[in-house]
């Protein structure tokens, strides 16, 4: 593209890695909720996949589109989803955004650019595509349109499709890829027989870029370009970035599958110590600076989820039950 | 005891031993052993017969269709009914049409975990079986009991023509039985699970044991309800539910499925037009409420019916 991509500067690092410590804090309180039999539904966590979730979040503007997936905690907050709405979703409060009708990472709030994840994996793909088209049809420019998926993810039809008439229609479309080794227990030899996902990026006729999911520098810098690519008209870009998932595919699975020598692996470093090692090594912050921020996220995210275990339950009595707007289509099947 | 899930593996493992033309295919079902455990230690029982699918719906379901035709009797595994969706054009429109346009059959079964479980939400607790009978060439099971998971899966398996195989994920882990028969009733004809002679209550699948406790409920009083269990919704025992009628006069259709066009529509559709001078009093149906499975358990339990919700439509029919 034309233009030169700005640099990642230390405030931009050092904002960037907040964002992850408070995704990982939120996530431990989430998942120590979650043993205490106190959140309604499965829990699914993005340990060791913050630093690329958060670099896709920063990069988008209020305007933008974000169709995040399962373990995009982070991206989340980055696009400027609350500690408060998650906690509400997560422990049923009435006061969440999805009012009980759906939980946890399906949260979302479509008005403002922030779409609501379906479970079937890439149904995201041609959605975002859509919203695009929309915004180009309405005389908008200059918007992007991100979307996460897992390498399991990539094996849809949805994906494919959505990739693909995406770049038919040269959308503004960034699809990042978190290639976490795993679909669930599936390792990847049983999920794609190319030799790299970013090879998929030549036959849809899209912009590819690789990054290491588990360096935050190395991710804002590669989302930096990519968003700024698909915002200047080059069309949809994929973001491929290997790490590894830290934790179970939910907080049910013991990950009893996993390839413990993959830990020892380029991927199987955590994103998080990585930046914490990264900012003490530069000078920017000492070891009990960090500490102090990681203190003052958990006092963020514990008072919060007091606030919200005294809040009230969905009302079954007052829900309207209506899947349809039109309240006059409503039909009122009725046991007789 | 042996658990409804455990049956199902269970049927598995004998469809593996005695068939050889049989494989599993699907999402982590190989070592893993399934989101469920259905399949466990069946990759290292059967090598090479139980395969890890890629997260590929649409590809699970036309690699089965494939080596049908070839002879092979695939058994494939959805990890949520909610996901067959992803694979529905190759049930419906290749699985369901190859005999009707080829003359050859197409000998799939394709499982789906189904149906409603506290906190499942939207997208893993959806009773599809309706919309699975509505196209024509597919058979559609449902079993309610351990018994009937294991013979009804074995017979699918047997079958030539594409059974849509949907096991209800509540029943799983708490449905238990002592042992496991080797014959049953076969696919296509209804049980009688309680006898009554006051009301007929004709259901399925987890909703058996809802309809059963309501009908303990207003034993309490005095009523007797007479349950069916359809076991099967394609082919469906109209006689069985008609004779029932006979002898009781008032009919009630519960499922957990969506009121729009279920199976409860097509039961009270069926005894209305062919037994229409055996009723006392109009049909009456219990169904889910018509919008998608709330996450919340608290409007969860009140989207999908319950012994409650059954007992209170069963006094109103019953006039009470
Ligand atoms: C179409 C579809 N099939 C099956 C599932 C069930 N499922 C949920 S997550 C998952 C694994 C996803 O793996 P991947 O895409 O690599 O994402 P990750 O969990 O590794 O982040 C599966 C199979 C689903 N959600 N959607
Ligand atoms: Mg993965």
Redesign the pocket.
């Known amino acids: 593209m034309s233009k030169t991509i700005a640099p990642v500067t230390e405030s931009d690092y050092l904002k960037a890695y907040r964002v992850m410590l408070l995704s990982r804090v939120l996530e431990e309180k989430l998942a120590s909720l979650y043993r205490a039999g106190m959140i309604k539904g499965g829990v699914f966590l993005g340990r060791g996949q913050e630093a690329l979730s958060t670099a896709t979040g920063i990069h988008l503007r209020k305007g933008d589109i974000f169709a995040p997936?399962?373990?995009d905690q982070a991206g989340r907050l980055a696009f400027g989803d609350t500690v408060l709405d998650t906690l509400r979703t997560y422990l049923g409060s009435q006061l969440g955004s999805m009012r009980g009708r759906d939980g946890n990472i399906h949260r979302g709030r479509p008005r403002e650019g922030y779409y609501a994840m379906i479970?079937?994996?890439?149904a995201m793909v041609p959605a975002v595509a859509g919203g695009l088209l929309a915004r180009r049809l309405r005389g908008e420019s200059g918007v992007v349109g991100a979307t996460c998926?897992?390498?399991?993810?990539t094996s849809?039809g949805a994906f494919h499709e959505g990739l693909n008439a995406a770049a038919v229609d040269k959308l503004p479309l960034v699809v990042v890829v978190?290639n976490?080794q795993?679909?669930?227990s599936t390792p990847n030899s049983r999920q794609y027989a190319c030799a790299d996902l970013l090879d998929k990026a030549a036959g849809y006729g899209v912009a590819g870029h690789k990054a290491d999911g588990t360096d935050l520098l190395d991710c804002l810098q590669t989302l930096r370009k990519a968003v700024q690519a698909a915002r200047e008209g080059g069309g949809p870009q994929l973001v491929v970035a290997s790490l590894l998932?830290l934790v179970g595919?939910g907080e049910h699975d013991d990950f009893s599958y996993l390839d413990k020598n993959l830990k020892k692996t380029a991927v199987g470093a955590d994103c998080l110590l990585v930046a914490e090692k990264y900012i003490v090594d530069q000078g920017w912050k000492t070891a009990e600076n960090l500490a102090e921020w990681r203190r003052e996220a958990e006092q963020e995210v514990n008072t919060t989820a007091d606030r919200v275990r005294r809040e009230p339950s969905p009302d079954a009595e007052e829900d309207d039950w209506a899947a349809l707007s039109r309240s006059e289509y409503r039909e009122q099947f009725a046991a007789v | 005891m042996i658990t409804y899930l455990e049956a199902i593996r269970l049927a598995q493992q004998k469809a593996l031993a005695t068939d050889p033309r049989v494989f599993l295919y699907g999402?982590?079902i190989g070592n893993f052993g399934g989101a469920f455990k259905a399949t466990k230690n069946l990759a290292a029982e059967f090598p090479g017969r139980v395969l890890d699918a890629p997260?590929s719906?649409d590809a699970i379901v036309g690699m089965a269709i494939g080596a049908a035709i070839e002879g092979a009797r695939p058994i494939v595994e959805m990890?949520?009914a909610d996901?067959s969706t992803?694979g529905l054009n190759q049930i419906v429109n290749h699985a369901g049409t190859l005999f009707y346009r080829t003359g050859v059959p197409c000998p799939i079964v394709v499982r789906l975990p189904s149906g409603g479980t506290s906190g499942g939400g939207p997208f893993h607790s959806q009773s599809l079986e309706a919309i699975y009978a509505h196209w024509p060439g597919l058979v559609v099971v449902t079993p309610a009991t351990v018994e009937d998971a294991y013979t009804m899966l074995l017979e699918a398996v047997a079958l030539d023509d594409p059974v849509v195989f949907c096991e209800h994920k509540f029943l799983y882990y708490h449905l238990k039985a002592e042992s496991l028969p080797d014959t049953s009733l076969p696919i296509g004809k209804a049980r009688i699970a309680r006898t009554g002679r006051d009301a007929t209550v004709v259901t399925h699948g987890a909703m058996l044991h809802e309809s059963l406790a309501a009908a303990t409920e207003l034993a309490e009083d005095g009523y007797q309800l007479e349950v069916v269990d359809l076991r099967s919704v394609k082919p469906l025992d109209t006689d069985t539910v008609l004779a029932s009628v006979a002898r009781t006069g008032r009919l009630l259709v519960v499922s957990e499925e969506w009121p729009w066009g279920g199976v409860s529509a097509e039961v009270v559709s069926r005894v209305t037009t062919e037994g229409f001078g055996l009723l006392d009093a109009a049909p009456m149906r219990v169904n889910a409420k018509d919008t998608p499975v709330p996450y919340h358990p608290d409007l969860w339990s009140v989207h999908r019916p319950t012994a409650s919700t059954i007992a209170a439509a069963a006094r109103r029919l019953l006039d009470l």
């Open positions: 997936l399962i373990r479970s079937h994996l890439g998926l897992g390498d399991g993810g849809t978190a976490n795993y679909a669930y998932r595919h | 999402q982590d997260l719906e990890q949520f996901f992803c």
